[in-house]
């Protein structure tokens, strides 16, 4: 468990009212401040002067008409938005007591979005107060499920994280499935998921304010309980908390807050997290603000500061049309995507977030290697086979052997000449994404890195995407050359950012985190920015496809295999010391940091290369390892070749599911790893959790 | 142990061997021998050579379906048959025309199996999945749109579609009967005393209570028709490229003139926005042309960004509309 202490010593001094009234005051003057220039801000010429002169009674029907039905209800959303997010993201925190907990990084985000477009994709018009009800318990499910993996959270800050990340992750994926194939209805529903203000009435604001309202009051009756469980589980049953209810009470009020909020204006990206933070940051300043009764309050004042800071701050660098087709959300995003980075750099490494290195990992036999291996070569041969044979069309395998002899017939010849460079993507990147896998989880000591956490894929693909928007006719390798330089950079920057006297594996998983939520929403910007009504482009991107193939596109990932795969196989006994510990390696003569940045580079560029071949594919870096150490154990030399057969079957099998189940509708096979990805995923945190006491 | 493996590798690959195929091996047979060899140049500039004029054409883009049903060439494969059928009531679509997917990622496994002379697209279609659909069949690419000249873009996209299918005469016979329908349509407006009047053009949908308004410019297709027909656009902003589109909020329409105001919306698909949803709201309420009572909801199912019948009758649709 993390240390409690330092928080529950300042919680003992007793509150300044002077200095929190102060405080009170000022955020409450620096909203009215934002609040005004939010209301000159907005698409039409209605500015500071015309409001000044409707304020004097002299003003024109037209600019209250704005001011009423378009900038009040914008700035209202903000409001209650800001107080949502930023009470439920201080209650998170206290929860868990971790600095890292809020709506996004527990899911609670993503499962009440992937409730409201499941709604709006089956056509059920439903008003604002069921949607709404739909996402409480979207995002309630989202929230159980997470902290039940995290242990509630007090494990420790990277297991919360990552099992957040992983759901969001998989109920992302399911999101965009529903946008995909329900593409006109949902149109609109892809920068909106983004977190948007844009508000047309005061509809979904007077509606949800009562269950604001109705989540403020829970959280503030049990903020003297809270403050008490801040002591601890154990001192708080000892003070007579009902614990248990405790938490139940609270987890509801928050997850409340944060529906209400995705009901109002979409996912709006960190808030929850940055607004306590920032209180936070006040607390050595002013004795007592630690204080639940004046905590969460003032971080739901500070929510509504950052919302209207990033909405305003929007509109005046991009003028008023940019409030429309930027989602505010994104902006929020990047402001919150920084903040967790620098959290994370001031994170202390805790130790048993962790799984013990031995979990599954026991040395196993050369005959259990080879009979694992040759099963796996067969799946392999069976999932390439099989996937050249399903789809749309289901051929029989005398088709392919006439293929391949060169006679079969003309539409045989067309569907496998089109299926094989799909099949040939797919096993390709997924042996590629499995090796970078390894490494990354060899190097990083963390059997819960990936090149995908890592910000690795996010970057290749912001450098991928950004190529495309610029030049729509490049090349595959100037793709693929950008994709792998911005890899290497974001790897850099999250190498570098990680590094403080050595490098902890934790804090280079946490700020990885970071360095991909932002890289997400740099992706979404420069889609929404520049092609917004190519829905397509967007969900190939973002969810990784294996769609229209051809050979020449798959040469970077097969060049990048067979040139780095020796490399990393020639750093295999170094892997095997990297995993263990950082002095080992020493001893040994291991020349560390140039060994793990060569794999990790290696790595990086692996990753680029698949990312630009298929777009961003989750989850097979990671459970490909995984399953390869629970098969045949620790050793580098065994886990590289399982690890790749491994990941080649999935991606593979999850391209086969996808062009097969809704035919001749087309699922992205990135949704489909994504799918199968994050219930392995969760099953590994579950086992490795820490069992609370 | 090893043996057992070696005896499963085995089974599997006798298993999979042994399954038969599908179809005979025999090459297919040459069709339509005595009919002449077509060469169109398309959007990309690439010339497309075919033995005869194409048959069995699949389309991925609901404006050259509809081209082609006028023309007089029914489709054997479409992308997304029943959003074709929900918003695109200009050219019907026989029962027998399969699906072939999504508009964004066509099923080219669907497509084979239909064995078409000829794949239409577009070009915002990605270039690699124009490169694979070319192994598949010979690929006639049009410009979805062009902001710079819509009508233009329209009739070149019925012209190339036409050489493709053979059906030059037809295509003529199409654009004239518009052009004579705009022409009407003109007279018409000019008789009601309504030439130069201002005119908007747009659709919207809602998500929660945000309303996202897409208006039409002049680069879009419908907007080039209004203004052909000597009403004056009241929409100023630019839009994207190829569809003329621009994108703003209910605020943004108070810069918007007096005049008549032409939305479409879809009763299978969504709501309708102006006509439903903001009813109740401030600044729609006291927009002069909703105080005017100018605003009109065009029939369901005028394809804004279809060929020469969707465009005739929007001209009709737009024409009662004004002179009503």
């Known amino acids: ?693 | 142990m090893r043996r057992t493996a070696l005896a499963l590798v085995a089974a599997a690959l006798f298993g999979l061997t042994a399954c038969g195929t599908s179809e005979p091996t025999a090459s297919d047979t040459p069709s339509n021998a005595a009919a002449q060899p077509v060469s169109v140049t398309d959007a990309r500039n690439k010339k497309v050579d075919l033995k005869a004029p194409a048959a069995k054409v699949v389309a991925l883009e609901w404006n050259a379906v509809e081209s082609l049903v006028s023309l007089g060439v029914m489709p054997v494969g479409v992308a997304d048959t029943k959003g074709y059928t929900n918003w695109v009531t200009a050219e019907k679509l026989d029962a027998s025309v399969k699906d072939v997917g999504t508009r964004g990622e066509s099923s080219v496994d669907a497509i084979v199996a239909l064995n078409p002379d000829l794949v239409i697209t577009t070009t915002d279609e990605a270039a690699n999945n124009i490169a694979q659909l070319e192994k598949a069949a010979p690929v006639l690419v049009i410009r979805g749109s062009d902001a710079k000249n819509p009508i233009g873009q329209m009739k070149t996209n019925l012209d190339l579609i036409a050489q493709a299918v053979g059906k030059t005469e037809q295509a003529k016979q199409l654009t004239a009967d518009f052009d004579k329908k705009l022409a009407e349509g003109k007279q018409k407006i000019a008789d009601a005393g309504k030439a130069g009047s201002g005119f908007m053009m747009a659709d919207g949908w809602k998500q929660g209570s945000t309303i996202t308004v897409r208006m039409f410019t002049n680069g879009s297709m419908l907007g080039a028709i209004s203004t052909e027909l000597g009403l004056k656009n009241g929409w100023t902003g630019a839009g994207d490229k190829d569809y003329g589109l621009a994108q703003t909020d209910l605020e943004g329409l108070t810069k918007l003139p007096d005049g008549e105001f032409l939305y479409i919306a879809n009763k299978n698909d969504g709501g309708d926005v102006f006509g439903g949803d903001l009813a109740g709201n401030a600044i729609w309420k006291n927009l002069p042309f909703v105080k005017a009572g100018n605003v009109h909801r065009l029939p369901d199912g005028i394809w804004m960004f279809g060929g020469p019948k969707s465009a005739g009758q929007f001209v009709d649709a737009a024409v009662q509309a004004v002179t009503s």
């Open chain 1, 1 to 693: 468990m993390t240390a409690p202490a330092p928080e529950a010593e300042t919680l003992r001094q007793p509150v300044r009212r002077i200095q929190v009234a102060g405080l009170f005051g000022a955020a409450a003057a620096l909203i009215v401040v934002l609040a005004a220039v939010h209301l000159t801000q907005g698409t039409s010429s209605v500015g500071a002067g015309d409001l000044i002169r409707l304020v004097f009674g002299q003003g024109t029907d037209n600019a209250a008409n704005v001011l009423i039905a378009s900038r009040l209800p914008r700035l209202l959303a903000g409001v209650l938005v800001g107080i949502a997010l930023g009470v439920a993201g201080a209650g998170l925190q206290s929860l868990a007591r971790n600095s890292l907990a809020s709506p996004d990084t527990l899911g609670v985000n993503a499962g009440a979005y992937l409730a409201v477009v499941v709604v709006a994709a089956f056509g059920v018009p439903l008003p604002v107060l069921p949607a709404g009800g739909v996402a409480f318990l979207g995002g309630l499910a989202a929230a159980g499920l997470v902290l039940a993996l995290s242990a509630g959270g007090s494990t420790g800050p990277t297991r919360l994280i990552l099992a957040g990340s992983a759901v969001a992750m998989a109920l992302g994926g399911l999101t965009t499935l529903m946008l995909l194939l329900f593409r006109e209805e949902t149109v609109g529903t892809f920068a909106w998921g983004a977190g948007t203000l844009v508000q047309t009435d005061l509809d979904a604001v007077t509606q949800m304010a009562p269950v604001v309202l109705l989540g403020l009051v829970g959280a503030f009756l049990l903020a003297a309980k809270l403050d008490i469980l801040t002591l601890g589980d154990d001192t708080a049953s000892v003070l007579g908390v009902n614990v248990r209810r405790t938490r139940v009470l609270a987890t509801l009020a928050t997850v409340l807050l944060s529906a209400a909020a995705v009901t109002v204006a979409g996912p709006v990206g960190f808030v929850g997290l940055v607004a306590p933070v920032l209180v936070r940051l006040l607390a050595p300043l002013v004795p007592g603000l630690l204080r639940h009764r004046v905590l969460l309050p003032l971080s739901g004042l500070t929510g509504v500061l950052v919302v209207l800071a990033s909405d305003v701050v929007l509109r005046a660098a991009f003028g008023g049309q940019a409030g429309v087709e930027i989602p505010t959300g994104i902006m929020t995003m990047v402001v919150g995507a920084v903040v967790l980075i620098w959290l994370a750099r001031r994170h202390r490494d805790s130790g048993p977030s962790r799984a013990p290195a031995g979990a599954g990992s026991g040395l196993r036999s050369r005959r259990t290697f080879w009979l694992v291996t040759i099963a796996l070569a067969v799946l392999l041969a069976g999932a390439a086979v099989g996937a050249m044979l399903t789809g749309d069309a289901f051929l029989r395998t005398g088709d392919i052997v006439n293929w391949v002899n060169g006679n079969s017939g003309r539409a045989i010849t067309y569907v496998l000449d089109q299926r094989f460079p799909r099949v040939l993507a797919a096993l390709l990147c997924g042996a590629a994404l499995a090796i970078a896998g390894t490494t990354v989880q060899a190097v990083c000591r963390n059997p819960l890195a990936e090149p995908g956490i890592l910000g690795i894929t996010g970057g290749a693909g912001v450098g991928a995407i950004g190529t495309l928007i610029l030049l729509p006719s490049a090349s595959i390798w100037l793709l693929s050359g950008v994709a792998a330089v911005a890899a290497v950079i974001t790897f850099g920057l999250v190498y570098l950012i990680s590094w403080r006297g050595g490098l902890s594996s934790d804090r280079l998983v946490l700020i990885g985190v970071g360095v991909s939520s932002a890289a997400t929403a740099i992706i979404t910007l420069l889609i929404v920015a520049t092609d917004p009504w190519n829905l397509s482009l967007a969900m190939t991107w973002l969810s990784g496809s294996t769609y229209g193939r051809t050979l020449p596109q798959i040469a970077p990932v097969a060049l990048a295999l067979f040139v780095l795969t020796p490399l990393i196989a020639h750093l295999r006994r170094d892997l095997d010391l990297l995993a263990l510990d950082d002095d080992v390696p020493r001893i040994l003569g291991v020349r560390l940091e140039r060994t793990r940045l060569l794999a990790l580079l290696a790595a990086a560029l692996l990753t680029a290369a698949a990312v630009s071949a298929i777009g961003v594919v989750g989850f097979v870096g990671l459970v490909a390892p995984h399953a390869a150490r629970a098969l045949i154990g620790g050793r580098h030399a065994r886990i590289l070749p399982v690890a790749a057969l491994l990941g080649a079957i999935l991606v593979s099998l999850a391209d086969s599911l996808g062009r097969t189940v809704l035919a001749p509708a087309q699922i992205p096979a990135g949704l489909l790893t994504a799918l199968i990805g994050a219930p392995y995923f969760v099953y590994l945190l579950w086992r490795t959790r820490v069992p609370t006491r």
